[in-house]
């Protein structure tokens, strides 16, 4: 299920930012009493009274003129106005209602989007001044006085919020189905790659509206079996993509992923590995999410027979915090090796929720250790009991261990290098976790 997008407009310096960290209840933002200083779009899980959502803060603003401060901020509007549920329209009520403020008042108005509309720098406790009931003049409705320094105010601007957040319901796809994140950079063929894959071969395909006003889920079944591909394309350009798009293009990733059984990560053959295939890829690691490397527009490139093997090379160097994950060469335009897609998406997906006996995955353990000896500091070894998996999606196991600050990162790695031999677990990442179960002070 997609959390609902809550956006946090408004122009430079009305403390966004320092609003934005109040709410998650951590600094993830930069905060900083000049206009502009949040160059990136930050976003993060919001929680309250048990409701979730996704938070957005539209910082980014780097004012050189009057004129572009205010054609930038159209821009941060109107992005936020097209992808988000419930906007968050913070203003000042230090300045008063300013002509920009306006301006990006009849914006909102015009989207019919739910709009809490908050009087930010109210300080000082009690009723609020004269000079909040100014903002009745936007005509957005009533304006909830806040204080994000202090953090008066935020309860009610979240029970706001709440009020106006769509309802949230669950998909109906079975457990059968395999839920297909295809993420990337603008232009790079995402919305290509899934219109291939449900246009050849196909018996049941249907467009089901995602719980999101800016992704489509599309539902497909064939012999191979049952998937859905959430598509996360449709913001592109031609020629450079503007940051904002672009990082609004991560969010919508993000997001994706969240909700994704295996994420399909495509990149443009003709441009590479970039800083925002890092990003989103490492994000769906973070996840526990299966991954397959798609790279798209193969087509496109004079190869000779070296070319795939060279290529594949510098992705295992780009994607070396991620050496479990399968490349495939693919066309979207032309077809080219998507029904080897389809079978890794698959195949992958099954790997992600595989389950291995304790007796076996004791075995591994057991010829692991002989092979290579636990390592000991100061006279203390590590003993490495038994192992067992704790769940999946992604295969979790956990060692039953006497010392657990003698389980060094690298004899980790270890033992997951020695699962991985064993069992494949091919295009998914692997959580190990440690367990104290006694302290044993006897030197061994």
């Known amino acids: 299920m997609a959390l609902p997008l809550v956006a946090v407009v408004g122009r430079p310096n009305v403390g966004k930012s320092t609003l934005f960290n109040k709410l998650i209840g951590q600094r993830l933002s930069i905060v900083e009493d000049t206009p502009g200083v949040t160059r990136d779009r930050i976003y993060s899980k919001c929680e309250w009274l048990g409701h979730e959502f996704m938070l957005v803060d539209t910082g980014g603003i780097e004012p050189e003129s009057q004129d572009i401060i205010l054609s930038q901020m159209r821009r941060q509007a109107q992005l936020a106005i097209e992808r988000a549920d419930v906007i968050v329209f913070v203003t000042d009520i230090r300045s008063g209602v300013t002509a920009t403020d306006e301006e990006v008042a009849a914006m909102l108005r015009k989207s019919r989007k739910p709009i809490v509309l908050c009087v930010n720098k109210c300080d000082t406790v009690g009723e609020p001044p004269a000079e ?18 202090h953090g008066h105010g935020t309860g009610d601007l979240l029970d706001q919020v709440l009020e106006e957040l769509p309802e949230m319901h669950e998909e109906d796809y079975g457990e059968d189905v395999v839920r297909v994140a295809v993420i990337g950079k603008p232009n790079v063929g995402k919305s290509s790659i899934i219109n291939r894959l449900c246009g050849e071969e196909r018996v049941i395909v249907s467009d089901i509206a995602g719980t999101t006003r800016d992704a489509t889920d599309t539902y497909v079944e064939n012999e191979q079996g049952k998937f859905v591909f959430i598509d996360t394309a449709g913001i592109r350009k031609k020629s450079k993509v503007l940051e904002s798009i672009e990082k609004f293009s991560v969010l919508r990733s993000y997001m994706a992923v969240d909700r994704a059984d295996v994420a399909v990560i495509v990149i443009d053959a003709e441009v590479g590995f970039t800083e925002q295939d890092s990003k989103v890829a490492g994000y769906a690691h973070e996840k526990g999410k299966a991954c397959v490397v798609a790279v798209n527009k193969w ?3 004079e190869k000779d027979t070296n070319t795939m093997n060279e290529f594949k090379k510098k992705l295992e160097i780009d994607f070396s915090f991620m050496s479990y994950v399968p490349f495939v060469f693919v066309s979207a335009k032309n077809g080219t090796r998507m029904d080897k897609l389809l079978e890794l998406i698959n195949y992958t997906a099954q790997q992600n929720a595989v389950r291995i006996p304790t007796g076996r995955l004791n075995d591994v353990l057991a010829y692991a250790t002989a092979r290579v000896q636990p390592p000991s500091d100061k006279g203390r070894r590590l003993k490495i009991y038994y192992m067992t998996q704790a769940s999946t999606k992604p295969p979790t196991f956990v060692c039953f261990v006497n010392r657990a600050e003698l389980f060094h990162f690298s004899y980790r790695r270890y033992i997951e290098n020695q699962i991985r031999e064993t069992f494949g677990l091919d295009g998914t990442p692997i959580v190990m976790l440690v367990r104290e179960r006694d302290r044993d002070d006897v030197k061994s």
């Open 299 to 301: 087509d496109a490139i």
């Open 132 to 149: 909040f009931y100014e903002f009745y003049n936007l005509g957005i409705g009533d304006p909830i006085a806040v204080s994000s320094v």
